[in-house]
C-alpha cells in the first residue's frame, strides 16, 4: 500500500500558489483495508475516503470505461493491481496527472512539469473526449491561471471543438454546468472562461440565451475587475459577489432570455433575485432625476427598502460595476437622499396619531411622499 498527493495540489505546488484541497491516491490497498485503518468512506460511485485526522479525502487507484452519456457515465475498477501511472492515465490534463510521494519526488509519467513550464494546458490522452465536463474545467483553468500565461495547446482545442459537435454537453447535469460556471466566475478573469467556450464552439446548450452578452465577454473584463476589489476589500461576501458577476453576465440580453437562462441553471434564490431587480429597476435608477415624487417611492417599495435594504444596496454595486463599462451612470447622493427621506417616516407616529389596519399603509405613504417631494422641491 502506497499514498501519493495527487492534482490540483501537486500542480499548485510546482507554480507556488497556496494549495486550497490535498488530494490523494491510494495503490495497491483495497477498501477493507483502509476501514480497518480508520478511514470512512463517502464516495458513491467509486471508493473514495476520509482520513480518520485530517479528514482529507484518499481515492483508491482506478481506472475507468466509458459505458454512456455525460459526466456520469463512466465505470470504474478499483482493485489493488490498478497502478499509479494507470490512475494517472485517464486524468484530464498533463499539468494535473503527477503524483507527489511522502519525500517529495514528483511522479510525471506524461510530462506534465514540462507543460507547466511552458504554461500550457494540453489533454493527457484522446480519452479527453469522453468527459464533456472537462471542457468547462479547463475553461475555468484558463480564467483562474490567466495572469501566469497559460494557453491551451491546439491539439486540445481541436479535441474541445470535437465535444462541442458531439452534443454530449447536453447530457450534463444542470447543477454541475452551474457549480463550474459559479466557479469560474470568482476566479482572476472570468470572463476568460466564457472566450474559451466561444472560441471551442461550446457555448449550446447552456449559455445560448445570454450570446448577446457573452459575445462580446472581453467588454466586461473592467466590470469583473471591479467586483473583486469589492470583495477583496470586504464590501461584498463571497455570495454577493457571486450575485454580482452573474447579473453583469446577463446585462445586455433580451428580458425574456435572461429568465429563460435563470430557469435552465439552478440559480441560488439570492443569484435570481439580484438579477430580477436589477433588469427591472436598471432604467429607473439612470434616470432617476427626472422621476417625480411618485415613481420614486413606486421603485424604492418595489426594491422593498424597509424590510430587505440589501437588495437595493447590491443592486447599486451591479451598477457601480457596470459604469466601468458603459455609459450607465447613477447618481448615488441623489439616491441616497431620497432613501433618506422615505425612511424618514416613523411608523409609530403614524400609529400613534390613531390610524389602523389598511389607513395605516396609505398614510405611510403620504408622509413618504411629503417627504420625498420636500427634497425635489417640487
Not at 510546482?14 to 495497491?28: E, F, P, Q, W
Not at 504554461?119 to 468547462?136: G, T, Y
Not at 476566479?187 to 447552456?206: G, K, M, Q, R
Not at 477583496?232 to 454577493?240: L, N, W
Request: hydrophobic share 40%; proline share 4%; glycine share 6%.
Amino acid at each position: 500500500m502506497q499514498t501519493y498527493l495527487v492534482g490540483g495540489a501537486v500542480r499548485d505546488t510546482l507554480l507556488k500558489r497556496r494549495i486550497k484541497d490535498r488530494d490523494y491516491v491510494v495503490v495497491g490497498a483495497s477498501p477493507e483495508q483502509l476501514v480497518a485503518l480508520g478511514y470512512k468512506p463517502v464516495g458513491k460511485d467509486f471508493p473514495v475516503f476520509l482520513h480518520p485526522e485530517t479528514q482529507e479525502e484518499y481515492a483508491l487507484a482506478r481506472v475507468e470505461r466509458k459505458v454512456g452519456l455525460g459526466y456520469g457515465g463512466f465505470s470504474f475498477v478499483t482493485d489493488a493491481t490498478v497502478t499509479l501511472e494507470e490512475d494517472l492515465s485517464r486524468r484530464d490534463l498533463t499539468i494535473n496527472a503527477m503524483a507527489m510521494d511522502d519525500q517529495g519526488n514528483i511522479i510525471d509519467p506524461f510530462n506534465g512539469q514540462a507543460d507547466l513550464a511552458h504554461r500550457i494546458f494540453k489533454h493527457v490522452s484522446p480519452a479527453f473526449v469522453e468527459d464533456p465536463l472537462r471542457v468547462l474545467r479547463i475553461a475555468r483553468f484558463m480564467a483562474r491561471y490567466h495572469q501566469y500565461g497559460f494557453t491551451i495547446a491546439p491539439e486540445t482545442v481541436e479535441l474541445m471543438k470535437k465535444i462541442g459537435h458531439s452534443g454530449e454537453l447536453a447530457a450534463l447535469s444542470a447543477p454541475r454546468v452551474w457549480q463550474e460556471t459559479a466557479l469560474a466566475l470568482g476566479e482572476f478573469a472570468p470572463e476568460i472562461y466564457f472566450s474559451v467556450l466561444i472560441d471551442t464552439l461550446c457555448l449550446s446548450p447552456w449559455f445560448d440565451q445570454l450570446s448577446a452578452s457573452i459575445r462580446n465577454i472581453e467588454s466586461l473584463a473592467l466590470a469583473f475587475q471591479h467586483a473583486k476589489g469589492l470583495l477583496e476589500s470586504g464590501e461584498v461576501t463571497q455570495d454577493e459577489h457571486l450575485a454580482i458577476t452573474t447579473t453583469l453576465l446577463t446585462l445586455g440580453n433580451k428580458p425574456q432570455d435572461v429568465s429563460a437562462w435563470t430557469q435552465l441553471l439552478p440559480l441560488p434564490t439570492f443569484v435570481q433575485d439580484c438579477i430580477l431587480l436589477t433588469h427591472r429597476h436598471m432604467n429607473t435608477m439612470e434616470q432617476l432625476d427626472t422621476l417625480e415624487a411618485q415613481q420614486l417611492l413606486e421603485c424604492l417599495n418595489q426594491c422593498d427598502i424597509h424590510r430587505r435594504p440589501q437588495r437595493l444596496a447590491l443592486m447599486i454595486k451591479v451598477l457601480s460595476c457596470y459604469e466601468q463599462v458603459s455609459d450607465f451612470t447613477l447618481n448615488y447622493l441623489f439616491l441616497e437622499n431620497v432613501v433618506q427621506a422615505a425612511k424618514s417616516v416613523n411608523v409609530q407616529d403614524i400609529i400613534a396619531q390613531g390610524y389602523q389596519g389598511a389607513d395605516i399603509k396609505t398614510q405611510l405613504q403620504h408622509a413618504q411622499l411629503a417627504q420625498i417631494s420636500t427634497l425635489l422641491n417640487r
